[in-house]
């Protein structure tokens, strides 16, 4: 009977969610969907110095954002990776009990002593196996090495195919520290054993490891699992994203409004594509389709400004009913920029079709219709400065105000005095709306404007229009 593949995704507690993390937690979930396999998750969570709960829980909720959590019985987990340090070492004595590690106690300023003192640098990287043969045991300041085989080391990947790797230049590495903890090398692989794990899908930058876990699962008696090693993400200067850097948090994202269908799509174009035309398509499709051996071998662009266009589009799609659902933490929440008894539900029920075309984020709807929510808006100067710089703009907008006082309050209606005001001083439409729109707004872009103006009142209107028009005058 066939082994029901389990895949691993075993992120690091020690910061907000990475977009890379995401994006690989997202490979090994579709593999394990179109496999009816298992995802698990492990929180490797043994460096006490930067491990955070916070962090931890962060993860646990940008992944149930994405979709992938315990509600699906495909998930199990989360495990920590802490709670098995025992497992860690025993292992670890195991090998050495059977001769595949020993202990050194050589101190890294040693080992950098014997390679000046040689005169060149060993064939193995850094250190030169003095200790082999040694004979110690454990004790204070002793280090527990894996004895490296000679020969080579082949690692069978799936998306850079065979990787093979000389021996010789491996150097016999840490697998329990001084202080007797283990390293990350032999606790990985030894929770990789006893969770049953076939399928290691990970970033690029994991493969120079995969020889010695390969190593290990071998000489524990194991099979080592299937490895694939996917392209890491790149800025636009095609730097690998960091932390310290870029702008790299899934949570960010999240609070700024990028919807999660819409973060899944985008990431699963980084080095692989959907077939056909688009690569905006429903994540069934992607499940449907995706391949190890189709993803690109190069780094990927995250690219920003196309993300957002890609949630652009997720939000037109919406329904109007789900667009108002999925603005309300922005405009009811400790987010929304007005007191809450300001705020009418109904109002912006009116104006959100006319929102949901123009906005790429939802955190940018409140700034959109806030001027109807408000005593007065706050007049952005930059924009008051250019729509009043022309002569005309003081005269036009009185006589709008005149033509607003008597007509039908209709958005057509409106639209069509300020139309006949730009005929009788050959100006366009467009051109006349500006100080119209900072007057009544306090900003130079926004929703189409007579709806709004509609929607303020007449009363309103007018009471805006004076305002700015005296701040003119002044």
Same mark, same amino acid.
């Given at each position: 009977?066939?082994?029901?593949?389990?895949?691993?995704?075993?992120?690091?507690?020690?910061?907000?969610?990475?977009?890379?993390?995401?994006?690989?937690?997202?490979?090994?979930?579709?593999?394990?969907?179109?496999?009816?396999?298992?995802?698990?998750?492990?929180?490797?969570?043994?460096?006490?110095?930067?491990?955070?709960?916070?962090?931890?829980?962060?993860?646990?909720?940008?992944?149930?954002?994405?979709?992938?959590?315990?509600?699906?019985?495909?998930?199990?987990?989360?495990?920590?990776?802490?709670?098995?340090?025992? &497992?860690?070492?025993?292992?670890?004595?195991?090998?050495?009990?059977? @001769?595949?590690?020993?202990?050194?106690?050589?101190?890294?300023?040693? =080992?950098?002593?014997?390679?000046?003192?040689?005169?060149?640098?060993?064939?193995?990287?850094?250190?030169?196996?003095?200790?082999?043969?040694?004979?110690?045991?454990?004790?204070?300041?002793?280090?527990?090495?894996?004895?490296?085989?000679?020969?080579?080391?082949?690692?069978?990947?799936?998306?850079? @195919?065979?990787?093979?790797?000389?021996?010789?230049?491996?150097?016999?590495?840490?697998?329990?520290?001084?202080?007797?903890?283990?390293?990350?090398?032999?606790?990985?692989?030894?929770?990789?054993?006893?969770?049953?794990?076939?399928?290691?899908?990970?970033?690029?930058?994991?493969?120079?490891?995969?020889?010695?876990?390969?190593?290990?699962?071998?000489?524990?008696?194991?099979? /080592?699992?299937?490895?694939?090693?996917?392209?890491?993400?790149?800025?636009?200067?095609?730097?690998? *994203?960091?932390?310290?850097?870029?702008?790299?948090?899934?949570?960010?994202?999240?609070?700024?409004?990028?919807?999660?269908?819409?973060?899944?799509?985008? &990431?699963?174009?980084?080095?692989?594509?959907?077939?056909?035309?688009?690569?905006?398509?429903?994540?069934?499709?992607?499940?449907?389709?995706?391949?190890?051996?189709?993803?690109?071998?190069?780094?990927?662009?995250?690219?920003?400004?196309?993300?957002?266009?890609?949630?652009?589009?997720?939000?037109?799609?919406?329904?109007?009913?789900?667009?108002?659902?999925?603005?309300?933490?922005?405009?009811?929440?400790?987010?929304?920029?007005?007191?809450?008894?300001?705020?009418?539900?109904?109002?912006?029920?009116?104006?959100? /079709? *006319?929102?949901?075309?123009?906005?790429?984020?939802?955190?940018?709807?409140?700034?959109?219709?806030?001027?109807?929510?408000?005593?007065?808006?706050?007049?952005?100067?930059?924009?008051?400065?250019?729509?009043?710089?022309?002569?005309?703009? @003081?005269?036009? #907008?009185?006589?709008?105000?005149?033509?607003?006082?008597?007509?039908?309050?209709?958005?057509?209606?409106?639209?069509?005095?300020?139309?006949?005001?730009?005929?009788?001083?050959?100006?366009? &439409?467009?051109?006349?709306?500006?100080? &119209?729109?900072?007057?009544?707004?306090?900003?130079?872009?926004?929703?189409? #404007?007579?709806?709004?103006?509609?929607?303020?009142?007449?009363?309103?209107? =007018?009471?805006?229009?004076?305002?700015? #028009?005296?701040?003119?005058?002044?």
């Amino acid at each position: 009977m066939a082994q029901t593949p389990r895949y691993r995704f075993a992120p690091s507690p020690t910061g907000y969610f990475h977009v890379g993390g995401a994006r690989t937690a997202l490979y090994n979930w579709i593999l394990a969907l179109q496999t009816s396999g298992v995802f698990v998750l492990r929180i490797e969570d043994t460096d006490d110095s930067r491990n955070n709960p916070q962090w931890t829980q962060g993860i646990i909720d940008a992944l149930a954002w994405l979709g992938i959590d315990g509600s699906d019985s495909h998930f199990e987990g989360p495990y920590f990776q802490s709670a098995n340090a025992a &497992l860690h070492v025993a292992a670890a004595e195991k090998l050495f009990a059977q @001769g595949k590690a020993y202990y050194c106690d050589l101190t890294t300023e040693d =080992i950098q002593k014997r390679a000046k003192e040689s005169g060149k640098q060993s064939e193995r990287q850094g250190y030169d196996g003095y200790s082999r043969d040694r004979g110690l045991g454990p004790g204070p300041g002793h280090v527990l090495r894996f004895r490296v085989p000679q020969g080579k080391t082949v690692v069978k990947d799936q998306v850079r @195919g065979e990787v093979e790797f000389d021996n010789s230049t491996i150097e016999d590495f840490v697998l329990l520290r001084s202080n007797g903890s283990p390293v990350f090398l032999i606790a990985n692989v030894v929770d990789d054993i006893n969770q049953g794990i076939t399928h290691v899908v990970r970033a690029e930058e994991h493969l120079p490891n995969a020889p010695k876990q390969q190593m290990i699962w071998d000489a524990l008696g194991s099979t /080592p699992p299937s490895w694939a090693h996917v392209p890491v993400l790149v800025n636009e200067q095609r730097k690998k *994203l960091s932390k310290r850097r870029d702008k790299v948090a899934v949570e960010q994202y999240r609070e700024e409004g990028i919807l999660a269908d819409a973060m899944k799509n985008y &990431l699963m174009t980084l080095g692989w594509a959907p077939t056909g035309d688009t690569e905006i398509v429903p994540f069934q499709k992607i499940v449907d389709e995706f391949a190890l051996g189709s993803v690109n071998h190069s780094p990927a662009f995250f690219d920003i400004v196309k993300m957002q266009s890609f949630n652009a589009e997720y939000i037109r799609a919406m329904t109007v009913d789900e667009f108002i659902a999925a603005c309300e933490v922005w405009l009811t929440g400790e987010r929304a920029p007005w007191k809450q008894a300001d705020y009418d539900a109904k109002v912006f029920a009116e104006i959100a /079709p *006319l929102v949901q075309t123009r906005v790429q984020l939802l955190q940018d709807v409140p700034s959109m219709v806030d001027f109807l929510f408000c005593e007065m808006p706050a007049i952005d100067e930059a924009s008051y400065v250019k729509a009043f710089s022309a002569d005309w703009a @003081g005269p036009t #907008l009185l006589a709008i105000r005149e033509g607003f006082k008597n007509c039908e309050w209709k958005a057509d209606s409106l639209k069509a005095v300020v139309e006949k005001i730009g005929e009788e001083n050959s100006l366009k &439409l467009g051109k006349l709306q500006a100080p &119209l729109r900072v007057a009544v707004t306090g900003r130079s872009v926004g929703p189409p #404007l007579f709806e709004p103006i509609e929607l303020l009142g007449r009363d309103a209107t =007018i009471k805006r229009i004076d305002a700015v #028009l005296a701040k003119k005058v002044s």
